[in-house]
């Protein structure tokens, strides 16, 4: 049996190897490496795809929000909403730029921010909402963006681990995660959903007022060669990246169909154990798995996962440790036992190894040693 990895890229690599190594010497013999039509190319592709009007390529997911923070205009002191239970980044970005990160609690079925708590948490000096669609499936956007109307907030999607998914309105509607808010943000990292072989990383709207600014502040804050208007960054995806992507892109719905299936076979594998609790997807949603992430209830976590390691089969804790108990964003605002559902999370669930590559004999083999091995890891 192949190694079995979190994600298998190597693997992943081999289906497509022709088609980079190809991309990749173009690029070489052109030289093109910064803007080259390699990043005109893949950013028209994915607007297409995704069915958005703007889609603006920088240097990482972070650098995605942080940029989409700056056009907003916010000043010192302003409050950003956000949840406890996500990736540091999201955060990150908020604080660096001296606003204020407003934490709130997700719910215990999706892991998505709750609604109602984001409500609770307005105040008059709240100016925008960063849901995050964790772990590939969409937050409840249409009550958010409702909320966010009623209360004049901007609403940035931080769709760093669930491009491709769908959003279902009451209407029956359709759109992609990160096209619904005034802002969307991806991450091209490597282990992402659609992951160059670097940092790569964009900015997604509708609006041509923001789509100018953005391309101005990725670019030094200039809009005329030499003449900075505003104080920018230095943030780019290269054109190798691009190339990369543009090979993968077209490959996505297949990579999702691929994770979709293993997820299937997993939920299958362990329905009706009473100590293990399968995703489950909200109905406004389709979930593309960036993450396969389990609840468990009545297990030693830490037994669990030595017993998979001496197995072989790699598992991760995603996210141990909530955003308002990390040592960086200690506050006086926030103690041990605030936002109760993630805190339950962070110590309770357990992800799998889920990517485009996993096997019959792969999916068999860690489903047999989970269930074994939550046997044996009962408190
Ligand atoms: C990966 C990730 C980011 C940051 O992306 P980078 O490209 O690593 O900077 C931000 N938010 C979430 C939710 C992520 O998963």
């Known amino acids: 049996m192949r190694k079995i990895q979190m994600v298998d890229l190597q693997k992943q690599y081999q289906q497509i ?32 795809y995704l069915g958005i009007k703007h889609v603006i390529p920088c240097a990482n997911g972070t650098d995605a929000l942080q940029v989409s923070l700056m056009t907003l205009g916010l000043e010192p002191g302003d409050e950003v909403i956000t949840t406890t239970f996500t990736f540091i980044a999201t955060a ?28 609770k948490a307005i105040t008059p000096k709240t100016r925008a909402i960063i849901p995050v669609h964790l772990f590939g499936q969409c937050a409840d956007m249409e009550s958010i963006m409702a909320l966010a109307e009623k209360h004049d907030l901007s609403v940035i999607e931080d769709n760093c681990q669930a491009i491709g998914a769908d959003y279902i309105f ?93 997820a ?20 406004f949603t389709t979930h593309v798995y960036h993450q396969y ?39 006086d605002r926030y103690q041990r036992g605030d936002f109760p559902v993630s805190e339950h999370l962070a110590a309770n669930v357990i992800s799998l190894p889920i990517h485009t590559e996993l096997d019959a004999e792969q999916l068999e083999y860690i489903t047999t040693n989970l269930l074994e091995g939550v046997r044996l890891s009962q408190k």
């Open 264 to 283: 299937a076979y997993y939920n299958n594998a362990f329905a009706g154990n009473n100590h293990i609790k399968t995703p489950v997807t909200a109905p």
């Open 293 to 331: 992430t389990l609840v468990l209830d009545g297990i030693d976590r830490d037994k669990l996962i030595s017993f998979m390691i001496e197995k072989q089969i790699p598992v991760m804790v995603y996210y141990p440790i909530p955003l308002h108990l990390q040592k960086a964003y200690s506050d």
């Open 92 to 119: 990150e970005v908020i604080a660096l730029l001296g606003l204020t990160p407003v934490l709130v609690d997700v719910y215990p079925d999706t892991f998505n921010i709750d609604v109602q708590a984001i409500e």
């Open 170 to 262: 009451k209407d029956g509607s359709k759109q992609k995660a990160g096209t619904m808010g005034i802002l969307g943000c991806t991450s091209f990292f490597p282990s992402k959903n659609l992951g160059c072989y670097g940092d790569g990383g964009a900015i997604f709207t509708d609006d041509d007022q923001l789509d100018y600014q953005l391309r101005g502040i990725v670019n030094h804050g200039m809009f005329v060669r030499y003449y900075h208007d505003l104080i920018g960054v230095n943030s780019r995806l290269d054109s190798m990246q691009a190339a990369i992507l543009d090979v993968k892109l077209k490959r996505l719905d297949t990579y999702i169909q691929k994770r979709q299936e293993a």
């Open 17 to 48: 190897k022709s088609e980079v190594e190809e991309a990749l010497q173009q690029i070489m013999e052109s030289a093109a490496f910064i803007n080259g039509p390699a990043v005109k190319n893949f950013q028209g592709n994915l607007e297409n």
